[in-house]
């Protein structure tokens, strides 16, 4: 029971435009979600969260937004840069509830930023 | 500040084997949870450990257990290791029990032969 996906397997964008990648959950009892980014023989980065009370969240570049009616969330990346290229993860949690720290995972999207 | 540890880096053992990976945490966490990564599964909670308790875990087999010291290190061990066992094997810790932003070490390799 995949609770967490992302049905991009992959997404190619040109240096400079906007990269877009999505998240959609299955779990109504997930209030905060978080993107990482992950190179191959690594853990995963923290880039962004935003909790279920929010529909928006900007640090910098990144930028999360949460749409709870459609249990959706996407990362936007503007402007896409070389070393952006990476996989990324969307992550989500119950915070409140008794599954405390556990993150669920998507399966990421391998993001390829092109010079 | 020293982000989260764990070592060794890469591992190789036979099946049947036992092995154990062991976490530091950023100085201050007190929570640490744990993640097998495979190309298959994703990345897969294993469980989570907060003031040397263990608060959550994942569904895997008994043959995967942890324990936290008092200094907030963990370890991890993996009896009677299988093939299928062979994965990234991450760590991440949280200020607090479910902390909302968790940060990852660089993982283990394990590879079962």
């Known amino acids: 029971d995949q609770q967490v996906k992302q049905n991009s397997p992959s997404l190619s964008v040109q240096e400079g435009r906007i990269s877009i990648l999505n998240c959609d959950y299955t779990?109504?009892?997930?209030?905060?979600f978080l993107w990482y980014k992950k190179y191959p023989a690594e853990g995963p980065t923290f880039l962004i969260s935003?909790?279920?009370?929010?529909d928006k969240n900007e640090d910098g570049r990144f930028t999360v937004f949460l749409n709870k009616s459609a249990k959706h969330l996407s990362l936007h990346i503007v402007p896409s840069q070389p070393g952006d290229s990476a996989v990324y993860f969307c992550?989500?949690?119950?915070?409140?509830?008794?599954?405390?720290?556990?993150?669920?995972f998507g399966q990421g999207t391998i993001l390829t930023v092109h010079p | 500040k020293a982000g989260v540890t764990q070592t060794p880096r890469y591992l190789i053992k036979t099946r049947g084997q036992q092995v154990t990976l062991s976490c530091s945490p950023i100085s201050g966490h007190r929570s640490v949870s744990w993640y097998q990564q495979t190309p298959g599964q994703g990345l897969q909670f294993l469980f989570e450990?907060?003031?040397?308790?263990?608060?959550n875990k994942g569904n895997f087999p008994g043959r995967f257990s942890g324990r936290q010291f008092s200094n907030s290190r963990s370890e991890m061990n993996v009896s009677t290791l299988e093939l299928g066992d062979s994965a990234l094997y991450l760590c991440?810790?949280?200020?607090?029990?479910?902390?909302?932003?968790?940060?990852f070490g660089q993982g283990t390799r394990l590879t079962v032969v």
């Open positions: 450990y907060f003031s040397e308790t263990q608060r």
């Open positions: 991440a810790s949280s200020f607090r029990q479910g902390g909302t932003e968790a940060f």
């Open positions: 935003i909790s279920s009370i929010k």
């Open positions: 779990n109504s009892m997930f209030d905060y």
């Open positions: 992550a989500a949690k119950n915070a409140g509830g008794t599954s405390y720290g556990k993150l669920t």
